[in-house]
């Protein structure tokens, strides 16, 4: 199993330009996530999905965009690249008990390295 | 914040030595979870207590939870330069869906 893949792993964009960044886990787990992890602040939620075609706000939305069109994949979009969104970039995974507040860990990807100038 | 904060922000010891890292929170959870970061890396979990358990551990791992207290602590004994990491935990907080991480805990094992 390949767990939870991020691609690309670096990118440099212009102020301005978009990307997607493409989150894959093959562990057939409801719950996705998307994180920034910017010095000094720990890791904070963008945006987050409970199940296929489902999306959620997190606690940093602004600039972002995602979409789960299936249930193994979660993108993160960026519309207009501005340099406060130079930062790495983390996705990760959870199998979830709906309705039952268990809990279970959460699979990370490597991260995606993004840099705006 | 809702995250709360872990303390301290960073922490050298050598090798051998004991390490303890806190994690403080803000409203009620389901589970406390302690991750680790190696530098360029992604996050790993290492362990995971719920709130209705105090202690709980795994090998050199043994992490504690007060629900009065909203805090938790994480002990790595006999440490070893490989353990060397930034250190988190994540509140999976009561009616959320999701993991609040704290800003971590750098830690440096001097061999």
């Known amino acids: 199993n390949a767990g939870v893949t991020q691609t690309p792993k670096f990118r440099v964009l212009k102020t301005g330009q978009s990307m997607t960044l493409l989150c894959a886990q093959d562990?057939?787990?409801?719950?996705m996530y998307w994180y920034r992890q910017d010095p000094g602040m720990g890791l904070r939620l963008i945006h987050y999905?409970?199940?296929?075609?489902?999306?959620a706000k997190g606690e940093v939305p602004d600039g972002y965009n995602v979409s789960r069109l299936k249930k193994q994949n979660f993108l993160l979009g960026l519309e207009s690249a501005a340099p406060s969104q130079t930062s790495v970039y983390f996705c990760?995974?959870?199998?979830?008990?709906?309705?039952?507040?268990?809990?279970?860990?959460?699979?990370f990807g490597q991260g995606t390295r993004l840099t705006v100038v | 914040s809702q995250q709360g904060e872990e303390d301290p922000q960073a922490l050298s010891i050598q090798e051998g030595e004991n390490a303890t890292m806190n994690c403080s929170y803000k409203t009620s959870i389901n589970n406390l979870q302690w991750y680790r970061q190696n530098s360029g890396r992604g996050l790993v979990h290492l362990i995971l207590?719920?709130?209705?358990?105090r202690e709980k551990h795994s090998g050199r791992l043994r992490v504690t939870l007060d629900t009065s207290k909203k805090s938790s602590s994480l002990l790595i004994t006999a440490s070893r330069a490989a353990d060397t990491a930034s250190y988190f935990c994540a509140k999976d907080q009561t009616g959320a869906n999701n993991l609040f991480f704290g800003t971590g805990t750098r830690l440096t094992v001097i061999p």
């Open positions: 562990m057939n787990h409801e719950y």
């Open positions: 990760a995974s959870s199998l979830y008990f709906q309705g039952v507040h268990l809990g279970t860990e959460a699979f």
């Open positions: 207590i719920r709130s209705n358990e």
């Open positions: 999905s409970v199940g296929e075609g489902t999306t």
